[in-house]
């Protein structure tokens, strides 16, 4: 049988174009059943598995060096090409470019739940279990007055912060629990709370993983290395490029501008020098106040030599005190797609696409609609004010209906093994019109979307 197909092109019955490659001398079918597009003139796969009338080992066309290897399986016989260099063109095998998916080094816009099935288990099956993650603040205030600052709704309280003692004994407790990982991210500074760096080092002592989001300015640079050594990621909040941007956004004095690109510098010189892990990071709230610094802070980031430059919507409380437009986000997709072009493999710029282009989403959605109806992921991610009180989520702090307890009063082993805690976590799975009643694109909004979807599963769910 002639190697290379031959194509013929003819109008079918019904008037339309049609293009067949079967070579001309191909065993046909006798029997080949109804009519296709074409025609029944079908090949005979039978006749074609014959060894003789199929290979002619021989003639199988080889490239240069190639050797070939006949394997066969009852009355097939096929073909292994034991080299890659200059194959002989064959039907069906798609020769040219390919693409491949860049790695994602970091996941800004998503969760990783499929990593901790362990949890889910256990919350399927009604039992009682450790928080995955708790983001949390270690004091109530802070140096910097950001335009976009959350905190401020959340009611920052100047000179509240978590006892020393406090948290030392609550990380034990997380230890204990089996919490993987604590972020100390929160509604205030964490650089002012000075038992900062030895919450790191004992947190890692336990087997916790811990971070950070800091406006940077008071890091204390004499503590760098236990920082770097012992922490998973570092970032800074900081949503300009520019002195001036920073002055505006950030109402600080734009000398600290200059003095927080110094420590960020030598952070990363000391990481680098040391071959220390830890992830170093910006991050951007996008506000249209510093559109105009997300290239500049791009372009910094990589002079910084910094891990990645993430830029992020800006949440907004149930009552939008900050204002927050999401249809303001439609005019900016270029900048930020241009800012996304100057990653490199060691520099990750991206744009947390997911949230950002809720502009173009429904305005029920813009406004705060969800894509489920229940709230479910608290237990999973819990956060814990900057004065050491526990509430389920960072939106209902101060909200003593759902107030679980105080990291000063309260073991937090106790409470997590104890009822209150649930109860708190089942009020706000069950009564939470998580629609109307919460912040919008709150921290736990993607793990919700994947608990209500486990929750909720369609019919016919073997059909994968
Ligand atoms: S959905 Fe509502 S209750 Fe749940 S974490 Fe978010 S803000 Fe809190």
Request: charged residues 25%; contains cysteine.
């Amino acid at each position: 049988m002639s190697k290379v197909p031959k194509e013929t092109t003819d109008v079918n019955r019904f008037g339309f174009e049609t293009t067949t490659s079967i070579p001309a001398d191909a065993p046909l079918s006798n029997n080949p059943g109804h009519k296709l597009r074409t025609s029944n003139t079908i090949v005979d796969r039978a006749a074609l598995s014959d060894d003789k009338a199929l290979l002619d080992r021989e003639q199988v066309e080889r490239g240069a060096g190639q050797k070939i290897q006949f394997i066969s399986s009852g009355n097939q016989i096929g073909i292994m090409r034991l080299s890659d260099q200059d194959e002989a063109p064959v039907p069906n095998q798609f020769t040219g470019p390919s693409l491949r998916n860049p790695p994602q080094r970091f996941r800004f816009d998503g969760h990783k739940m499929m990593h901790h099935i362990d949890r889910v288990l256990a919350w399927q099956r009604g039992e009682r279990f450790a928080p995955i993650h708790i983001d949390m603040g270690l004091t109530k205030f802070c140096n910097t007055a950001c335009l976009y600052c959350y905190a401020v709704v959340q009611n920052m309280t100047q000179g509240s912060m978590i006892a020393p003692d406090a948290l030392m004994r609550y990380i034990d407790d997380c230890g204990r629990l089996g919490v993987r990982s604590i972020g100390f991210i929160g509604d205030g500074e964490p650089t002012l709370n000075p038992a900062l760096y030895d919450a790191t080092v004992r947190a890692r002592e336990r087997g916790i993983d811990t971070s950070m989001a800091t406006n940077g300015l008071l890091l204390d640079m004499d503590r760098a290395h236990d920082l770097l050594q012992n922490m998973s990621w570092i970032r800074f909040n900081l949503s300009a490029g520019t002195p001036a941007g920073f002055r505006r956004v950030h109402q600080s004095k734009e000398r600290n501008f200059e003095l927080l690109i110094e420590k960020i510098r030598e952070l990363v010189r000391i990481k680098k020098e040391n071959n220390y892990p830890c992830t170093i990071g910006l991050q951007m709230v996008l506000i249209p106040e510093c559109f105009d610094e997300v290239l500049s802070e791009a372009r910094l980031g990589a002079d910084l030599g910094v891990d990645y430059f993430v830029i992020k919507h800006c949440s907004d409380s149930e009552y939008k005190e900050i204002g927050i437009r999401y249809e303001d986000y439609l005019e900016i997709g270029d900048v930020l797609r241009e800012a996304e072009s100057y990653s490199t493999p060691e520099y990750v710029v991206q744009a947390k696409w997911n949230k950002i282009n809720a502009a173009s989403e429904s305005s029920l959605y813009k406004n705060g609609f969800r894509k489920y109806d229940a709230c479910f992921g608290t237990p999973f991610l819990l956060q814990i004010s900057g004065n050491g009180k526990i509430y389920p989520c960072g939106p209902f702090f101060n909200k003593e209906r759902f107030y679980i307890g105080d990291l000063h009063e309260d073991s937090f082993y106790d409470l997590v093994m104890g009822d209150r805690y649930w109860q708190v976590h089942k009020d706000v799975s069950e009564s939470v019109d998580v629609h109307k009643d919460c912040a919008v694109g709150c921290r736990q909004d993607y793990v919700n979307k994947f608990l209500w979807d486990l929750k909720n599963p369609p019919e016919h769910i073997n059909f994968i």
